[in-house]
């Protein structure tokens, strides 16, 4: 599970893009000579040394009047607000321009680690004129370079130092979930809804809630988290500050929840937008729960909650593990669905299969479907084993991983979710070569 996030800040084309996907580990950001082309905030997961982190790659801040520039300021300032490290790039071989002195300024109020990577030292010849970086004022300066990789490592062994602590008091026992969907579907009503009280604000302007608000409730004998969180409105074509606020707001809610609910307008129906706020969830392996708001206002017919579950299955084809709820937040109408959906996806996302079970299965899967040719070679189980929950995760020993065509990993997929009660949670398959 994801610890802390890290923000990558900087002017333009100081290499901050290139850094990021150095600790990626792959290309996920665009990389380009022309300065300014990271607009929007990029997000990404980093494994270093057992810990995993979000990183945020932000635009290049400047005082040059160019276009975007205004709202790509606000995203960097936003990243530096709710960020737990701050890494903070410049150019080595430029030395410190005023630009730099801009994001200095900026970050001396900031209470937070601010580390100092200067880019581009890739000869030792070099090596001195990171010394000029000191005097920005923040501290010994980090000497790296993205494009060969040299001192990311020391870079990432720091971050990895200033990173909060996992939580002692943990929320295992306890069901932890957020709500997540674009702006007036209903969230913060249903949250109210689900306590009987009126415990946030409940507006009909949209976006409404800045913030996110934890509230721990009991029903019965089960004790539960919930994470109210502002609606997230499609990156790259709303610009207002609160808006990046809430998007930034909806990822950590995401990373501190175990369930995550897409509350979806039943009257309104599926939009892109709905697509891309879930997309936060499913890269970070949640469990996931559907809830159809706004059931009331829906036109009924006798097979509606079939038609519309047909519907949503097709559009979310990637979802199809996420039980569905229809429910009223306005009427308290079929809440207790929710809770039932909760219990459930809960101990699914928590299960834990028997070695000796799992193998049967497989073996099982193998006899009944036989794996296609592929990459030269057909691929063979010789043995699996469950290595975690929250997600389960499964371990799949077989005699060459190239050999392992996508469609039959989903089929063995399929075959577990037959057998065994994992609805409402991604199981993560990991292919692996036995070792002779």
Do not use: C, W
């Given at each position: 599970m994801p610890r802390g996030i890290v923000a990558i800040i900087g002017s333009p084309n100081v290499g901050k893009s290139t850094i990021f996907n150095r600790m990626l580990g792959e290309r996920h950001a665009i990389v380009d000579d022309e300065a300014g082309i990271t607009r929007d905030r990029l997000y990404g997961k980093c494994e270093w040394l057992g810990n995993t982190f979000s990183i945020i790659d932000t635009g290049g801040i400047e005082l040059a009047n160019r276009p975007f520039q205004e709202q790509i300021r606000v995203q960097a300032e936003i990243a530096i607000e709710e960020a737990d490290v701050i890494v903070f790039v410049t150019d080595g071989k430029v030395g410190i321009t005023s630009d730099d002195r801009m994001v200095a300024k900026m970050l001396y109020k900031v209470k937070k680690p601010i580390l100092l990577a200067v880019n581009k030292i890739d000869e030792g010849s070099?090596?001195?004129?990171?010394?000029?970086?000191?005097?920005?004022?923040?501290?010994?300066?980090?000497?790296?370079?993205?494009?060969?990789?040299?001192?990311?490592?020391?870079?990432?062994?720091?971050?990895?130092?200033?990173?909060?602590?996992?939580?002692?008091?943990?929320n295992d026992e306890k069901i932890t979930f957020c709500m997540v969907g674009r702006p007036n579907v209903g969230k913060s009503s249903l949250v109210n809804a689900l306590l009987n009280e009126e415990r946030v604000i409940?507006?009909?302007?949209?976006?409404?809630?800045?913030?996110?608000?934890?509230?721990?409730?009991?029903?019965?004998?089960?004790?539960?988290?919930?994470?109210?969180?502002?609606?997230?409105?499609?990156?790259?074509k709303i610009f207002e500050s609160i808006d990046k606020y809430s998007a930034i707001r909806a990822l950590k809610a995401i990373e501190r929840s175990e369930i995550v609910l897409l509350v979806l307008d039943g009257k309104e129906g599926i939009t892109e937008q709905d697509k891309h706020v879930i997309s936060y969830a499913t890269d970070l392996h949640k469990a996931i729960i559907i809830v159809v708001n706004k059931y009331d206002l829906v036109d009924k017919s006798t097979n509606t909650i079939s038609e519309m579950s047909k519907w949503i299955r097709q559009e979310y084809k990637f979802l199809d593990y996420a039980p569905i709820c229809f429910v009223s937040a306005l009427k308290k109408a079929r809440i207790e669905t929710i809770f039932e959906k909760?219990?459930?996806?809960?101990?699914?996302?928590?299960?834990?299969?028997?070695?000796?079970?799992?193998?049967?299965?497989?073996?099982?899967?193998?006899?009944?479907?036989?794996?296609?040719?592929?990459?030269?070679?057909?691929?063979?189980?010789?043995y699996c084993s469950q290595v975690s929950t929250a997600p389960p995760t499964i371990v799949l020993f077989v005699n060459n991983s190239e050999w392992m065509h996508f469609s039959y990993l989903?089929?063995?997929?399929?075959?577990?979710?037959?057998?065994?009660?994992?609805?409402?949670?991604?199981?993560?398959?990991?292919?692996?070569?036995r070792k002779s």
């Open positions: 070099h090596m001195s004129d990171a010394q000029e970086f000191y005097g920005l004022g923040l501290g010994k300066p980090f000497i790296v370079s993205g494009a060969h990789g040299i001192g990311i490592g020391d870079l990432l062994n720091e971050i990895v130092k200033h990173l909060p602590k996992d939580d002692e008091a943990t409940v507006s009909n302007i949209s976006g409404t809630t800045r913030d996110s608000i934890d509230t721990p409730f009991t029903k019965g004998d089960k004790q539960y988290v919930v994470i109210d969180t502002a609606g997230l409105k499609k990156r790259g909760l219990e459930m996806v809960h101990n699914a996302y928590h299960t834990r299969i028997k070695t000796s079970l799992l193998n049967d299965v497989m073996q099982d899967a193998q006899m009944m479907n036989q794996s296609p040719n592929f990459n030269g070679g057909r691929i063979k189980i010789l989903r089929y063995l997929e399929n075959r577990l979710r037959e057998t065994f009660n994992f609805e409402g949670t991604p199981i993560n398959l990991v292919v692996r070569t």
